[in-house]
């Protein structure tokens, strides 16, 4: 027995020295965690807490488009917007945003956070911008009015822009007026806004719209831009329903490749809109002389009869193939498309036995 103590205080000697290894690295683990915590529990703070800047009003900042993200945060440093550059970076790549800013005029308050600004500069609230929606198939008259109304445009230098020939070319428009070539939809402008502005940003929104692909579609088709725009706008308004406007534009391409007239009322009501508020036609509408007049004239009126949206455009573009030539309401916001005559009177007996029930 005596001869294994010198064993046993060997063992005890080296679990000793384990055990006080094992506290240190224990110790050393808490001690990281303690202050990793402490220094990510700081961060977050900084991120979440609001920061004030010193001057009283509001901060204004300009993003323009192609701004980098070091130039954008140097400019929050140099407003006061933020108290610091590595913070903001931080927010930045945190949330993945730092490419997704977007160019504008923007209103700071006083007290956001990090995240806070992050959202603004995201989400594209812009000071002093309104946003408006704009109807498709939107008359050059009405459209006017619905600019003076929403954003104090003199309605008069809307239609006088409409119709100035310097203008027109600064657009890269060859015809008589800019109605047609502009495009409806929801859109953000400065406020007060500029009728000239307002306007070329409708243009360069529809001239997206023909890229090489829309082309080589019409080169196709044997078309050119206004002569697209010009079945656009007929067959905007002709129907509110978009899953029909393929069809619609199927039915015009056939009624021109037969040489048929047209017989569309959008285009005689494009011809009494300053005269009548409503849509309705009376048989004497028909007999109006004038080009736009398609119950009179073969093939298309010289050009758009309003300005027609997206699903139009793309409609004109990509007529569905069918061998329908003719179509009436059918009562319930859509049409009945018929191939031949016998059918269309059918249909047309139908839409007068609907008027009648709901009278």
Known sequence: MNNLKPLIKVINKKKNKFSLKDILDRKAIIIFAVLFGFVFGGLMFSLYFPYYYHQRSAVILKINKGDEVSKIVNELYDKDVIGSKFMMR?????????????????????????????????????????????????????????????????????????????????????????????????????????????????????????????????????????????????????????????????VYYNRLKRGMRLQADPTVQYLIRERRRHNKIYYKDLAIKSPYNTYLHYGLPPGPINNPGNAAIEAALYPEKNEYYYFVASGDGGHLFAKTRAEQNRNVQKYRRWQVSKK
């Not at 809307?158 to 310097?166: E, Q």
């Not at 203008?167 to 939809?185: A, D, H, M, R």
Request: aromatic share 10%; proline share 2%; charged share 25%.
């Open 90 to 250: 931080l927010s930045i790549f945190l949330t993945q945003t730092g490419s997704e800013f977007k160019a504008g005029v923007y209103k700071i308050e006083n007290g956001l956070n990090y995240f806070d600004l992050i959202k603004l500069l995201t989400d594209g609230r812009h000071a002093n911008q309104k946003l408006v929606t704009i109807p498709e198939g939107i008359w050059q008259n009405v459209l006017a009015g619905l600019l003076q109304r929403e954003l104090g445009i003199d309605s008069t230098k809307i239609i006088r822009l409409s119709y100035d020939k310097k203008f027109l070319k600064s657009l890269n428009i060859n015809e008589k007026t800019v109605e047609g070539f502009l495009l409806p939809e929801t859109y953000y402008f400065y406020y007060p806004a500029s009728a000239k502005k307002v306007l070329q940003k409708l243009k360069k929104a529809q001239d997206k719209l023909f890229d090489e692909d829309a082309k080589l579609q019409m080169a196709k088709l044997g078309m050119n831009r206004t002569q697209i725009l010009t079945i656009a706008s007929i067959i905007d308004g002709e129907s509110n329903k978009t899953d029909e406007f393929r069809r619609i534009a199927g």
